[in-house]
């Protein structure tokens, strides 16, 4: 007897990833509320959200495994099994770097400068906007997915990774100008205070690198 494909479709794993997102967004959206309160001086609030933030992305890593755990061996679409790790890898990736700067802003108290505290929201808000553009992509997963990876569904995968691959430019272009602001201020700054304040930089940076490359990971599905 002949099976549907879309009955055969319907136990891939993409929707999975869906989950995954949806958990990576709640942690990554909190980083905002860490800035905050480093920008107020209040520490123990930045270690309370700190706390907040590794138990979620603990609930990250369960939407992680789960869908790791329902992926067969052999897919039944026209994109490579590794392909569909990676896309998951790199979603959990974001959830980890936001966890990391909650570490590295409990390791050692640090001081937001004066001149930096207007572009350090701007960047911090111009990297989840990257990720909430990463997140549409995943929105697209079942359409993609019914549609073969091609049509029009595959048309806006690529647009919309156009649009998430700008928005990581522009997040890059924010992040150096904070670099600027606190070099500027190096000399009035402990060298370990600068030195922090780069790993967290690029620590929230590494956010928006992630979600562009779940934008190239649908970009190869699309190709494939």
């Given at each position: 007897?002949?099976?549907?494909l879309?009955n055969?479709?319907?136990?891939?794993p993409?929707?999975?990833?869906?989950d995954?997102?949806?958990?990576?967004?709640?942690t990554s959206?909190r980083v905002q509320?860490?800035?905050?309160?480093?920008a107020?001086?209040?520490?123990?609030?930045?270690?309370?959200?700190?706390?907040e933030i590794s138990a979620?992305?603990?609930k990250?890593d369960?939407?992680?495994?789960?869908?790791?755990?329902k992926?067969p061996?052999?897919?039944l679409?026209?994109?490579?099994?590794?392909?569909?790790l990676?896309?998951?890898?790199?979603?959990?990736a974001?959830?980890?770097?936001?966890?990391?700067?909650?570490?590295?802003l409990?390791?050692?108290?640090?001081t937001v400068?004066?001149?930096?505290?207007?572009?350090?929201?701007?960047?911090v808000?111009?990297?989840l906007?990257?990720?909430?553009?990463?997140?549409?992509l995943?929105?697209?997963i079942d359409?993609?997915?019914e549609?073969?990876?091609?049509?029009?569904?595959?048309e806006?995968v690529l647009?919309?990774?156009?649009?998430?691959?700008r928005a990581e430019?522009?997040?890059d272009?924010?992040?150096?100008?904070?670099a600027k602001?606190?070099?500027?201020?190096?000399?009035?700054?402990?060298?370990a205070?600068?030195f922090?304040w780069?790993?967290?930089?690029?620590?929230?940076?590494?956010?928006?690198?992630?979600?562009?490359?779940?934008?190239?990971?649908?970009?190869?599905?699309?190709?494939?």
């Amino acid at each position: 007897m002949r099976i549907p494909l879309a009955n055969l479709l319907a136990r891939n794993p993409l929707p999975k990833v869906g989950d995954l997102m949806d958990e990576v967004i709640r942690t990554s959206d909190r980083v905002q509320a860490l800035i905050d309160l480093l920008a107020t001086g209040d520490q123990a609030g930045v270690e309370r959200v700190a706390k907040e933030i590794s138990a979620m992305e603990g609930k990250a890593d369960d939407a992680k495994n789960a869908a790791r755990s329902k992926m067969p061996v052999r897919l039944l679409m026209p994109v490579d099994r590794r392909d569909v790790l990676k896309l998951i890898s790199e979603i959990d990736a974001i959830a980890d770097c936001a966890e990391d700067v909650g570490v590295l802003l409990t390791i050692r108290p640090l001081t937001v400068p004066e001149d930096m505290k207007p572009v350090l929201a701007l960047f911090v808000e111009s990297v989840l906007e990257t990720i909430r553009e990463a997140a549409k992509l995943i929105d697209l997963i079942d359409d993609l997915v019914e549609s073969g990876f091609a049509g029009p569904p595959a048309e806006r995968v690529l647009e919309q990774a156009a649009i998430l691959g700008r928005a990581e430019h522009e997040a890059d272009k924010i992040q150096d100008q904070c670099a600027k602001v606190l070099f500027k201020e190096e000399d009035s700054m402990p060298p370990a205070a600068v030195f922090m304040w780069t790993k967290v930089l690029n620590k929230i940076g590494d956010m928006a690198n992630h979600a562009e490359n779940v934008g190239d990971q649908f970009r190869l599905f699309v190709a494939g």
